[in-house]
């Protein structure tokens, strides 16, 4: 055999030894992760300031701390443990079965919901419906005036989310409303300095943004890129991000929105990440953010879904994303049943 | 596991060849066959694969064997016995789907069969195999673990090259494992993975990347520029893909002592689809020469004969890539009868005053070829997406959609644009020639290589962390 590259060896040997370079300084570096190389890339990737995080490890860690790392403002002594047990005792039951939660501890409340399946197709219609018919006219005595114009309703509505949200700016957006959303959004990123990918806001960052303007209303649609990670820390993070907002803007009405579900070949491709039973159960725990005051809950994940619960392969080629066309089911919707009063 | 998986590179890899290198001539057979297994059981994940292909071989080795020691008649009888049965194992995957699929009957799970990865290739080195024995060209192997070494062989497993036993044995006899030959694969190695790497899986983000890709926002809702940036841009993608894949192969043949065939020739400088096709993917073409178009008469018989045998060798090929390609098989049927036609009036003469001309022929040729492929497209399923995607090409006959965003190529304009220029330069021979002049310069090469190696490898971490960015 011909060599076409006699030198000795000099690759390999200089390749041997970046490689055992590259083992020594990931081990330096971080002992975060199995594979010191992987550390060493990571470092390359994210700087010395952010930690690197696997996947693995934060699913792992279940109860493991909020990662929420670029918060702008402090929040007055409260961590993000106190945030959450407020906001899950009032949760939605208080709309469907007001019986029990006066005395409902956080931690009896969540067994229920976890364990009855009835229980998650049941609560976004519940928070849905009173919404369309009769505008939540017991809560709130001063939204009882006749419903606003679309455009009237929309001139002070924030859309915020992820890649999903960039499509629905993209291919459907509704008249007069702001949009900011960005691909690979998520609830630990949210508030990083980078801007939005939508036309209309692309000069603002979040807090720039939020600081600037004045919303009534503020759409968040959050979850899908983190759904690989633990419910806990995303659930504890997702309304660290609502305090954050009600702090810029005390008199916007929050919107959660669910999250879509995935193809049923996506679903399968990777369970344990874009299984729709996670996605299910996030939903549910974010239903259960809802006070029906400030925040709301809405739950429409299934109009894109086929027979068995899944995202209709019809609605996605890549099994995440709506087609173009499809954009438009998810504003008329919003348009019909989603208007917060 | 892939070739470029961080664990098939930093571990799987070397202590295979390790392994192979200390262990003495004659475990190396046993070495590389149980390598293999491990690599192929850590690819596939499906203990089904594995025991679909353990069957193959050792019906094939019995099958060699028996042709080897049968005379005459039997001798014949019991090759095309075996090699329609090999036929049929090849293509039983595919027509169950088709039969369930259209009369939509499901089979008890686990029953459900889907094809083993990689087992069009598989399966084509198990025919050529026998193919060889029964011409008499190579002594059927009398060790299990030398044929399986051959047959599963991890560095061609995956996706080819098919290369030929009578090859194969011949190049692992003349060659030897050395720290010479090691290193010299490790060049190969590292320039496939960069192409890989660097090139096509930038390139292909314009089909694929999350929500700007072409498949997610659906073919009937892409503006027209972007339908063309995807209509160069796959063809570019198909090409380092597979031309990287290849040198990959080459370059672990090497680390193991022994020479691959080239599969790739700058297939993009031919003046004509015949060559084109004799210089893109050479070795599967090499194999339906060698059994398909030569036992049918090849071009030694009348006109209307080499006709038809060429009809007969460009079904095969639009079949086998169906079984290659998930998708629409009347797609790649397609597909092949549009390359057939060229070929076929290239044959008869008809465009000889294009291809004889310097100008003309090379601008024939990418054209038709960039062509086949968009109908070949893998990230278009469906006939009628088809249809759709070249509406979008040539969008002067219809209405324009709803819902296209005119400036959705921008993106993807600014994302690959650069990559598809230097992914240009390299369809040429020109960085081969200038490669070819500087490797001499051992710290420059070094040099490059490594930059290259250590670029690639901070992609796949970081792609492998984060696979899909929504």
């Not at chain 1, 106190?82 to 005792?89: G, K």
């Amino acid at each position: 055999m011909k060599n076409n590259h006699p030198d000795g060896g000099l690759l390999l040997i200089c390749l041997l030894m970046t490689i055992l370079l590259a083992v020594v300084g990931g081990l330096i570096v971080s002992a975060d992760s199995e594979n010191p190389i992987e550390t060493l890339m990571f470092f390359f990737r994210d700087g010395a300031t952010s930690a690197p995080e696997t996947e693995a490890e934060v699913l792992e860690g279940e109860d493991t701390e909020p990662i929420f790392i670029h918060p702008p403002v402090t929040l007055p002594e409260t961590t993000a443990e106190d945030v959450t047990v407020p906001e899950t005792t009032a949760s939605p039951e208080v709309t469907e079965k007001p019986e029990t939660t006066a005395e409902t501890p956080v931690t009896t409340q969540k067994a229920p919901e976890t364990t009855k399946k009835p229980d998650t197709t049941k609560t976004p219609e519940t928070t849905q419906k009173p919404d369309t018919t009769a505008p939540v006219t017991t809560k709130i005595p001063d939204t009882t005036q006749k419903p606003q114009s679309n455009e009237d309703y929309f001139s002070d509505t924030l859309f915020l989310g992820d890649s999903r949200t960039v499509g629905f700016y993209l291919y459907a957006r509704i008249p007069g409303a702001t949009y900011f959303a960005r691909t690979s959004m998520n609830v630990y990123n949210v508030f990083d300095d980078k801007v939005s990918e939508t036309k209309d806001t692309s000069a603002y960052n979040l807090s720039e943004l939020l600081a600037e303007r004045k919303f009534g209303k503020i759409y968040i649609l959050l979850g899908i890129n983190e759904i690989g990670y633990s419910h806990n820390s995303v659930v504890k993070n997702y309304s660290s991000v609502i305090e954050y907002i009600k702090q810029y803007q005390p008199e916007a009405k929050i919107i959660i929105q669910s999250n879509m579900h995935v193809t049923k070949k996506k679903s399968e491709s990777n369970p344990s990440t874009f299984a729709n039973s996670r996605i299910d159960e996030l939903n549910r725990r974010l239903a259960a953010l809802a006070d029906n005051k400030k925040v709301f809950y809405l739950g429409f994940e299934e109009i894109f879904d086929d027979e068995s619960g899944a995202m209709s392969p019809d609605y996605s080629g890549d099994g995440v994303h709506l087609y173009a066309k499809c954009y438009k089911l998810w504003r008329e919707w919003i348009l019909e049943n989603g208007k917060i009063y | 596991m892939t070739f470029y998986s961080p664990g098939f590179i930093f571990i799987f890899l070397p202590c295979i060849v390790a392994l192979y290198a200390l262990a003495g001539k004659k475990l190396r057979n046993a070495v590389l066959f149980l390598g293999s297994v491990v690599f192929y059981l850590l690819a596939s994940r499906d203990l089904m694969s594995m025991a679909i292909l353990a069957s193959g071989l050792i019906f094939n080795y019995a099958a060699g064997l028996f042709i080897g020691i049968a005379e005459g008649r039997m001798r014949k009888l019991l090759f095309v016995f075996c090699t329609f049965v090999n036929a049929c194992a090849l293509l039983s995957p595919k027509i169950i789907s088709i039969i369930t699929e259209s009369f939509s009957v499901s089979l008890p799970e686990g029953l459900a069969i889907a094809a083993p990865v990689g087992f069009s290739f598989y399966m084509f080195k198990n025919m050529s195999y026998l193919r060889q024995v029964y011409d008499g060209k190579i002594k059927a192997e009398q060790s299990f673990f030398a044929l399986g070494a051959y047959l599963v062989n991890f560095a061609q497993v995956l996706s080819g090259p098919i290369q030929t036993y009578a090859d194969w044995k011949k190049s692992r006899e003349e060659g030897k494992v050395s720290i010479a030959s090691i290193n010299s694969g490790i060049y190969e190695f590292i320039i496939g993975l960069a192409l890989k790497i660097l090139l096509a899986d930038r390139i292909i983000r314009v089909w694929v990347a999350g929500l700007y890709g072409i498949g997610s926002i659906g073919i009937d809702s892409i503006s027209t520029p972007l339908a063309w940036l995807g209509f160069f841009a796959f063809p570019l993608y198909l090409y380092f893909e597979f031309y990287g894949y290849s040198l990959m192969s080459r370059g672990i043949g090497r680390m193991l002592g022994y020479e691959t065939p080239d599969n790739f020739l700058h297939p993009y400088m031919s003046r004509s689809v015949s060559e084109f096709w004799r210089r893109w993917h050479i070795t599967l073409g090499e194999w339906f020469k060698e059994n398909v178009y030569f036992p049918l008469g090849g071009s030694r018989c009348p006109k209307g004969r080499t006709v038809l045998n060429l009809c007969a060798v460009w079904l095969c090929t639009g079949v086998w890539h169906a079984l290659c390609f998930d998708g629409n098989g009347i797609n790649f049927m397609l597909w092949a009868a549009f390359l057939l036609l060229f070929i076929l009036l290239e044959k008869l003469g008809a465009l000889d005053w294009i291809i004889k001309n310097k100008v003309l022929s090379h601008i024939y040729l990418p054209v038709v070829i960039l062509f086949s492929w968009a109908i070949f497209n893998t990230n278009i399923l469906t006939l009628a997406d088809l249809g759709t995607y070249f509406i979008r090409l040539f969008p002067f006959f219809s209405q324009t959609p709803e819902y296209v965003d005119p400036s959705d190529w921008v993106r993807h304009f600014k994302d690959v644009g650069v990559y598809m220029a230097v992914g240009v330069i390299f369809l040429t021979p020109l960085p081969r020639r200038v490669y070819d002049k500087f490797k001499n310069i051992k710290p420059l090469a070094v040099a490059v290589m490594l930059v290259l190696f250590w670029l690639s490898v901070y992609l796949i971490f970081c792609e492998g962390a984060n696979p899909m960015v929504y």
